[in-house]
């Protein structure tokens, strides 16, 4: 039987749902307090579930308080103001919220009377440290056991510039964003997509398009153990200015997390896709050809299978209802026939963080897979 250092997933990831309780025509400092994390989070990824709501995502390293939060679904810059609410801290077992100052749209964003909210929740390090592995020096937050870093520099407008991770292993999943001031897509790294032609492929988070090949992402070079290269796009690169990026980075953990490819087959009965452990959340992409979503799910938002709730991390759109994707004791099966997840003859990446593993723990004790 294989063997896992991750006995306890949600140690390293968790996932929040929770009720907004703020008013919107309430005037402005008013917060709500958002637990049940059961760790200080260094990475939250925040958004509304049953309102078309914007992506928000913070992070410990880049720091919350001036409402520092990046969206998903736009190219656009960092955001640091608290228009439409925001979230103003992160705290030891979650997150705080707070109104806006549009009088019109208060707390929409984190906090609106009635609406349900969803955040996903990654341990780093809890702390930073200078890497100097690459030839750019960057402050990381890495988590080596989870497979974790956030990786945060200052760009030289340089083709080819290096970038430690702080991972020890060669990431499975990298996004990264331009903070600005010049708006910059999402530019993705993912070990599923092929990799053998002499330009890598890439995809952009923010929006729906299939794979691009090309080098100016990464520099026709697959990332390493130590770092990754970046290429000749100011999305990558800046300019002179000494613009600001961030990148967050994954690498599989056996039973705790899974990054891969997979082929649709167009039925009902969904190809299994092994992952070593039942999925808690689950993202997927089509990346072959035409224009298809980064579809989400996760067993919070829906807590029995078949999971029928799905969020899109390119678009604002609340949860969407449909019969989409068993969690099964050891990897998913998508029960659709569509293409966002399970079209005939396409190649769908995906990444996936667990519920409980499906292996034992490295002391060779068998970990129970815990139904729900």
């Avoid at 989070?41 to 049953?50: L, R, T, Y």
């Avoid at 970038?163 to 990298?174: A, N, Q, R, S, T």
């Avoid at 032609?197 to 992402?217: E, F, Q």
């Avoid at 579809?295 to 829906?302: I, K, Q, W």
């Amino acid at each position: 039987m294989a063997y896992s250092a991750i006995t306890k997933p949600s140690d390293y990831f968790n996932i929040v749902q929770y009720t907004g309780d703020l008013q919107d025509s309430d005037g402005t400092g008013h917060t709500q307090s958002i637990t049940g994390v059961g760790f200080q989070p260094d990475f939250v990824w925040h958004k509304g579930a049953s309102g078309a709501r914007t992506h928000m995502l913070v992070d410990r390293v880049r720091g919350v308080s001036s409402y520092n939060f990046l969206v998903t679904n736009s190219n656009a810059i960092e955001t640091t103001a608290n228009t439409n609410g925001a979230i103003s801290s992160i705290d030891s077992d979650g997150i705080t919220v707070q109104n806006g100052n549009d009088s019109s749209s208060k707390s929409n964003n984190a906090g609106k009377n009635g609406e349900t909210y969803v955040t996903w929740n990654w341990l780093g390090a809890g702390s930073t440290s200078s890497n100097s592995s690459g030839n750019i020096t960057t402050t990381v937050s890495a988590n080596t056991t989870a497979g974790f870093s956030i990786v945060s520099w200052t760009g030289n407008a340089v083709t080819g510039s290096t970038h430690g991770h702080g991972l020890g292993v060669k990431p499975d999943w990298i996004v990264l964003k331009n903070r600005g001031p010049d708006v910059a897509s999402w530019p993705v790294y993912h070990s599923g997509i092929d990799g053998t032609s002499s330009a890598r492929k890439y995809l952009s988070l923010n929006n729906a398009d299939g794979s691009t090949t090309s080098s100016s992402r990464w520099d026709n070079e697959e990332p390493g153990s130590t770092y990754f290269k970046t290429g000749s796009s100011g999305d990558v690169k800046g300019d002179s200015s000494g613009e600001t990026f961030i990148a967050y980075c994954w690498a599989s953990k056996k039973g705790f997390s899974k990054f891969g490819q997979y082929a649709g087959n167009g039925n009902a009965d969904g190809t299994f896709v092994y992952t070593g452990f039942k999925p808690a959340w689950l993202m997927v992409k089509k990346i072959n050809s035409g224009s298809d979503e980064w579809n989400m799910f996760d067993n919070v938002r829906d807590v029995d299978n078949v999971i029928e709730q799905r969020l899109v991390a390119n678009v604002t759109a609340a949860n969407a209802s449909g019969t989409y994707v068993d969690f099964l004791s050891s990897g998913f099966k998508f029960r659709t026939t569509n293409n966002l997840g399970n079209g005939s003859g396409n190649t769908y990446i995906y990444m996936c963080f667990a519920e409980n593993p499906f292996v034992a723990n490295d002391s060779g004790t068998a970990v129970p897979v815990v139904a729900r």
